[in-house]
C-alpha cells in the first residue's frame, strides 16, 4: 500500500463550481499536511499547509485534515479557469530533515 | 529576482552516458533537494541536502550522484547505472530544511533517452 493515495483524475468541472480534492495516507506519523499547485511543466508551488487535524482557509481555498480516517480535502471555491492545474498533497511527518511524501496529484481542468 | 534556476530544460542521454542536471538558488537557503516526476506518480526524492559538503540519499538514489561544493549549487548526475532515467527532473530548496518549511521548486528538466 502505497503511504499517500491520490486520485489522479482527470477531473473536469465548469467556471464556478465547488472543487473538491482528496488524498488518503497510511502513516499515522504523519504531522504537516501540505498541498502544492503545479501548473503543466513547471515546478510546483506551496498552495497551503495545515498542521494536525482541522480546517484552515485562505481565501477561496480551505484545507482540511481528518487524522482519525486519515483523509486529507483541498476544497476550491467559485473555481476560476486559472485553477486548472494539477494538485499535489504532500504530508510529512516530524523527524529531522523535511522529508514530504507527495501523492500522484489529481489533475484539474476547469472549463469556462 | 530570487529562485531557483535549473539547466538546461531538455535534455537527452545516450546509452551509458552519464548526464549532469544544474541547479542554482539565490535564495540564500541551507537545504536543496532533488525529486524525480513520472507520468502517473508522486514527487519521488533522489536526493537532499541540509548543509554545504553533506548531503542524504532519499527514496531513490541509486543510479544518481550529487554534490554540494557551494551553497547555491546542487548539480545532479544521472550515470548509466540508472536504467530507467527518462522524467521530469526538479530541484528546490528550503531555508533551513526543517519540518513544514516551504519548498521552492525550479522549473524542471525533461530527461530523455536515445
Known amino acids: 500500500q502505497k503511504e499517500v493515495e491520490q486520485d489522479p483524475g482527470p477531473l473536469s468541472v465548469p467556471e464556478g463550481a465547488i472543487v473538491s480534492l482528496n488524498c488518503t495516507y497510511s502513516?499515522?506519523?504523519?504531522?504537516?499536511f501540505m498541498w502544492y499547485r503545479q501548473y503543466s511543466r513547471k515546478g510546483p508551488e506551496l498552495l497551503m499547509y495545515?498542521?494536525?487535524?482541522g480546517n484552515k482557509e485562505d481565501g477561496r481555498f480551505t484545507a482540511q485534515v481528518d487524522k482519525s480516517s486519515k483523509y486529507i480535502s483541498l476544497f476550491i471555491r467559485d473555481s476560476q479557469p486559472s485553477d486548472s492545474a494539477t494538485y499535489l498533497c504532500?504530508?510529512?511527518?516530524?523527524?529531522?530533515?523535511?522529508?514530504?511524501?507527495f501523492g500522484q496529484g489529481t489533475r484539474l481542468t476547469i472549463n469556462p | 529576482d530570487g529562485g531557483i534556476t535549473q539547466s538546461p530544460k531538455y535534455l537527452f542521454r545516450k546509452e551509458g552516458q552519464n548526464v549532469t542536471l544544474s541547479c542554482e538558488q539565490n535564495?540564500?537557503?541551507?537545504?536543496m533537494y532533488w525529486y524525480r516526476q513520472d507520468p502517473g506518480q508522486g514527487l519521488r526524492l533522489i536526493y537532499y541536502?541540509?548543509?554545504?559538503?553533506?548531503?542524504q540519499k532519499g527514496d531513490i538514489a541509486e543510479g544518481y550522484s550529487v554534490s554540494r561544493e557551494k551553497k547555491e549549487s546542487f548539480p545532479l548526475t544521472v550515470t548509466s547505472a540508472q536504467k530507467n532515467p527518462t522524467a521530469f527532473y526538479l530541484c528546490?530548496?528550503?531555508?533551513?530544511?526543517?519540518?513544514?518549511?516551504?519548498?521552492?521548486f525550479g522549473s524542471g528538466t525533461q530527461l530523455s533517452v536515445l
Open positions: 535564495l540564500n537557503h541551507d537545504a
Open positions: 541536502s541540509q548543509i554545504v559538503n553533506d548531503f
Open positions: 502513516n499515522s506519523a504523519f504531522q504537516y
Open positions: 504532500a504530508p510529512t511527518i516530524i523527524q529531522g530533515a523535511q522529508k514530504l511524501v
Open positions: 495545515t498542521y494536525s487535524s
Open positions: 528546490a530548496s528550503s531555508n533551513t530544511g526543517g519540518v513544514g518549511e516551504k519548498l521552492f
